[in-house]
C-alpha cells in the first residue's frame, strides 16, 4: 500500500497516521544504532552514546504518546479532537505545539485517569456493545486510547520541548579543577526538529557545581535561555564563558537529529527527494533522517583582569578556517550524516548529487543493522 499525503496540517486519515508512528519509532530505534556504529568508530564516547541513547528513548516514548493520543483519527468518536500536525515542507516531524500540548496533558493527566473508567472496564463495555448492540464501540476505543495516552505521560521520561541540564562528573584534573559533563535538549519550535547539546567544561569553584546551590540554578537557566538552533555555538559559549568566572567551557557539541525526509509523508525540496521518489522503495523503508553535529573546542586561555588584584580565565575557541565560511560558522567543524534503508541508499549512490561527498552515510540492513559507508 503507498502511503498518500491527505492533508497539509494534519494526518487525518487512520492509516496514514499509523504508517507514520510506525515509521519514527523504527528510526528512533536506530538512533541508539547509528549511536553505537560511532563510537566504534571513536566519533563518540561511551558516555556520548549513553546521552544520546537516552533522549532517543525519550522520542521513542513521546512519539508512543501522540500514537495513542491520535490513534482513533478519522473515526466518529463524538468528539473533535483534531489530528496530529506535522512539518511536512522542513522538519517532517511533528510541530513542536503538540509537545505544548502534550506537556499540559502531562501536569493534568492524574487528574483525567481519576475520572475515566479503567481499562478492564472498557475492553467489557465494548464486548457488550459488540455482542449486544451489535455495533463497532468507537466511542469506548476512543476512551480507551484516550487513557492509554495519559498513562504514557504519567510514566513520564518523554522528550518535551525544553529538557533541562543535568550535570555529570567526569573527574578532577587538580584539587580545585573539577571536570563536568553537562547535557540538555530542546524541541526547537522554530525548526520543529529535536536538538541536544553537550558541553564539557572544568569548574574551579569552591564547591562543586552540582552541589551549590547558587551557580547551578543560574548555570541551568543560562543553558536553556541560550538553547536555541539559531545561536552559533561560539556566541552560546563565550556568553556562557564571560558569565561564569570560574566555568570554564573546553568543548560544546550540538546535535540535530532531522529533518525526516519520506516520499510519502513530507514534501522538501532537494536531491533526497528525488533519491526517494526514484527508490520506490516499499512501505516503511521510504524515509532518510538528517543528523548533524556541530562541535566547538577550546585551542587555549587568555587571563582577564577583574580587579586590581584578580584575573580570570577567559577561553579561545578554534573556528573552522575550512569551512567556507571561516568564523562565520561558529564551530571548529561540522559533521554531516544521514541514515536510510538500502535501497535509497543505492539510488543515492548512483545518482552521487551534489553535496553528499563529505556527509557520513549510515544504512539500515536487514534486521535492523546499521553499517557505514
Same mark, same amino acid.
Given at each position: 500500500?503507498?502511503?498518500?499525503?491527505? =492533508?497539509? $496540517?494534519g494526518?487525518?486519515?487512520?492509516?496514514?497516521?499509523?504508517?507514520?508512528f510506525?515509521?519514527?519509532? +523504527?528510526?528512533t530505534g536506530?538512533?541508539?544504532?547509528?549511536?553505537?556504529?560511532?563510537?566504534?568508530?571513536?566519533?563518540?564516547?561511551?558516555? %556520548?552514546? &549513553?546521552?544520546?541513547?537516552?533522549?532517543?528513548?525519550?522520542?521513542?516514548?513521546?512519539?508512543?504518546?501522540? $500514537?495513542?493520543k491520535? /490513534?482513533?483519527?478519522?473515526?466518529?468518536?463524538?468528539?473533535?479532537?483534531? $489530528?496530529?500536525?506535522? =512539518?511536512?515542507?522542513?522538519?517532517?516531524?511533528?510541530?513542536?505545539?503538540?509537545?505544548?500540548?502534550?506537556?499540559?496533558?502531562?501536569?493534568?493527566? +492524574?487528574?483525567?485517569? =481519576?475520572?475515566?473508567?479503567?481499562?478492564? +472496564?472498557l475492553?467489557?463495555?465494548?464486548?457488550?456493545?459488540?455482542?449486544g448492540?451489535?455495533?463497532?464501540?468507537t &466511542?469506548l476505543?476512543?476512551?480507551?486510547?484516550?487513557?492509554?495516552?495519559?498513562?504514557?505521560?504519567?510514566?513520564?521520561? /518523554?522528550?518535551w520541548?525544553?529538557? %533541562?541540564?543535568?550535570?555529570?562528573?567526569?573527574?578532577?584534573?587538580?584539587?580545585?579543577?573539577?571536570?563536568?559533563?553537562?547535557?540538555?535538549?530542546?524541541y526547537?519550535?522554530?525548526?520543529?526538529?529535536?536538538?541536544i547539546?553537550? /558541553?564539557?567544561l572544568? %569548574?574551579? #569553584?569552591?564547591?562543586?557545581?552540582?552541589?551549590?546551590?547558587?551557580?547551578?540554578?543560574?548555570?541551568?537557566?543560562?543553558?536553556?535561555a541560550? #538553547?536555541?538552533?539559531?545561536? &552559533? /555555538?561560539?556566541?552560546?559559549?563565550?556568553?556562557?564563558?564571560?558569565?561564569?568566572g570560574?566555568?570554564?567551557?573546553?568543548?560544546?557539541?550540538?546535535?540535530?537529529?532531522?529533518?525526516?525526509?519520506?516520499?510519502?509523508?513530507?514534501?522538501?525540496?532537494?536531491?533526497?527527494?528525488?533519491?526517494?521518489?526514484? +527508490?520506490?522503495?516499499?512501505?516503511?523503508?521510504?524515509?532518510?533522517?538528517?543528523?548533524?553535529?556541530?562541535?566547538?573546542?577550546?585551542?587555549?586561555?587568555?587571563?582577564?583582569r577583574?580587579?586590581?588584584?584578580?584575573?580570570?580565565?577567559?577561553?579561545?575557541?578554534?573556528? %573552522?578556517p575550512?569551512?567556507?565560511?571561516?568564523a562565520?560558522?561558529?564551530?571548529?567543524?561540522?559533521?554531516?550524516?544521514?541514515?536510510? !534503508?538500502?535501497?535509497? *541508499?543505492?539510488?543515492?549512490?548512483?545518482?552521487?548529487? !551534489?553535496?553528499?561527498e563529505?556527509?557520513?552515510?549510515?544504512v539500515?540492513?536487514?534486521?535492523?543493522?546499521?553499517?557505514? *559507508?
Amino acid at each position: 500500500m503507498t502511503d498518500t499525503i491527505e =492533508d497539509r $496540517s494534519g494526518l487525518i486519515d487512520r492509516f496514514a497516521s499509523r504508517r507514520y508512528f510506525r515509521k519514527f519509532e +523504527a528510526i528512533t530505534g536506530h538512533m541508539a544504532r547509528v549511536a553505537a556504529v560511532m563510537e566504534a568508530d571513536g566519533a563518540l564516547s561511551r558516555e %556520548d552514546v &549513553k546521552i544520546l541513547a537516552r533522549y532517543g528513548q525519550m522520542l521513542t516514548f513521546t512519539f508512543r504518546a501522540l $500514537s495513542m493520543k491520535y /490513534l482513533l483519527v478519522g473515526r466518529d468518536t463524538g468528539r473533535f479532537f483534531g $489530528s496530529l500536525a506535522i =512539518d511536512r515542507t522542513e522538519s517532517g516531524f511533528p510541530v513542536a505545539a503538540e509537545l505544548l500540548t502534550m506537556a499540559n496533558d502531562a501536569q493534568q493527566a +492524574a487528574r483525567h485517569l =481519576d475520572n475515566m473508567p479503567s481499562v478492564e +472496564a472498557l475492553k467489557d463495555d465494548m464486548v457488550r456493545t459488540i455482542i449486544g448492540a451489535q455495533e463497532l464501540p468507537t &466511542k469506548l476505543q476512543f476512551a480507551l486510547s484516550q487513557r492509554y495516552y495519559y498513562e504514557e505521560l504519567m510514566r513520564g521520561q /518523554l522528550f518535551w520541548v525544553q529538557n %533541562d541540564p543535568e550535570c555529570l562528573w567526569q573527574g578532577n584534573l587538580e584539587e580545585r579543577r573539577r571536570q563536568f559533563l553537562i547535557h540538555w535538549a530542546a524541541y526547537d519550535s522554530q525548526i520543529n526538529l529535536p536538538v541536544i547539546y553537550l /558541553l564539557n567544561l572544568e %569548574d574551579t #569553584g569552591k564547591v562543586a557545581l552540582p552541589k551549590d546551590e547558587r551557580r547551578w540554578p543560574e548555570a541551568q537557566a543560562h543553558l536553556m535561555a541560550q #538553547g536555541l538552533a539559531g545561536l &552559533k /555555538l561560539v556566541t552560546i559559549a563565550q556568553g556562557f564563558d564571560e558569565d561564569f568566572g570560574d566555568l570554564h567551557p573546553k568543548r560544546l557539541r550540538r546535535f540535530h537529529i532531522g529533518p525526516m525526509y519520506s516520499s510519502a509523508f513530507t514534501e522538501q525540496s532537494g536531491p533526497l527527494r528525488r533519491v526517494l521518489s526514484d +527508490a520506490r522503495a516499499p512501505e516503511g523503508q521510504d524515509w532518510a533522517l538528517a543528523w548533524t553535529e556541530e562541535q566547538l573546542e577550546s585551542e587555549s586561555v587568555r587571563a582577564e583582569r577583574t580587579g586590581w588584584f584578580s584575573n580570570v580565565e577567559r577561553q579561545v575557541f578554534a573556528l %573552522d578556517p575550512f569551512g567556507g565560511r571561516d568564523a562565520e560558522t561558529g564551530a571548529t567543524r561540522t559533521q554531516r550524516a544521514i541514515i536510510l !534503508p538500502q535501497r535509497p *541508499y543505492q539510488v543515492l549512490a548512483e545518482k552521487t548529487p !551534489p553535496g553528499f561527498e563529505d556527509v557520513r552515510k549510515f544504512v539500515v540492513g536487514s534486521g535492523g543493522r546499521v553499517l557505514r *559507508y
